[in-house]
């Protein structure tokens, strides 16, 4: 169980263009989703908590317009990366925050590899 | 703010025992994870200390001790496949949200 998805895993996109990361879980009901990038050999960042039914927390510094959080149920939330740029380039990893059997842990995504040209 | 710091390598040989130290400076510090991640991969959870004390969970161990904002991971029985990056990672009360460490690489040599 807990099972957690990204779609897609991976992503090529232009300059400029707009692109939509997925973040499924697949067993579970998830009130709450996390959303990191990681630069290569670097950790994980906190970009933003995304919660269902209302707004996302973003991080310091972390803008809101460029990445747009939307959480519409239980199971799913997604990222939309704005007017993306090469310096956007990132690997994405999405979590999902099971309450079952009371105890609070984070599920993660594969991730999604984004690539800006 | 809030920050975990973590050795950026650590190299061993097959068979050895290795200790993965994470310090934290955390406002409202509330428990240390431990995650495992291969390159590309997602990581993957392997211990988690809310409790001072050892919690062990087959060949690894996780340790905390509040007092001195200090953790470890302990890795016994090292084995080629455990190469990979680990990171610590904090939770505040009031929140369940992580604050990654800085992360480990360790290398096991055959």
């Known amino acids: 169980g807990a099972v957690v998805s990204q779609h897609p895993s991976r992503v090529i996109c232009k300059s400029g263009t707009s692109v939509k990361i997925e973040c499924r879980s697949l067993?579970?009901?998830?009130?709450?989703m996390f959303w990191y990038r990681q630069f290569p050999k670097k950790s994980l960042m906190l970009m933003a908590t995304s919660n269902e039914g209302s707004k996302a927390t973003y991080e310091q510094g972390v803008e809101k317009d460029k990445f747009l959080i939307n959480h519409a149920s239980l199971t799913l939330s997604t990222l939309t990366v704005t007017s993306a740029h090469p310096e956007d380039s990132s690997f994405y990893i999405c979590?999902?925050?099971?309450?079952?059997?009371?105890?609070?842990?984070?599920?993660f995504g594969p991730g999604t590899r984004l690539t800006v040209t | 703010g809030q920050s975990l710091e973590q050795p950026s390598e650590v190299t061993a040989v097959e068979g050895a025992i290795v200790q993965i130290n994470c310090t934290y400076q955390t406002s409202g510090f509330y428990g240390l994870s431990w995650y495992q991640q291969h390159d590309g991969g997602a990581p993957t959870f392997l211990s988690y200390?809310?409790?001072?004390g050892l919690e062990e969970t087959g060949r690894f161990s996780s340790f905390l001790s509040r007092s001195d904002s200090y953790g470890y991971l302990l890795l016994q029985e090292l084995q080629m496949k455990d190469s990979a990056s680990y990171f610590c990672?904090?939770?505040?009360?009031?929140?369940?949200?992580?604050?990654f460490g800085t992360g480990t690489r360790l290398k096991v040599l055959a």
């Open positions: 990672a904090g939770t505040t009360s009031g929140t369940y949200k992580y604050i």
């Open positions: 200390n809310a409790l001072d």
């Open positions: 067993d579970f009901q998830a009130t709450t």
């Open positions: 979590s999902a925050l099971s309450g079952l059997a009371g105890t609070y842990e984070q599920y």
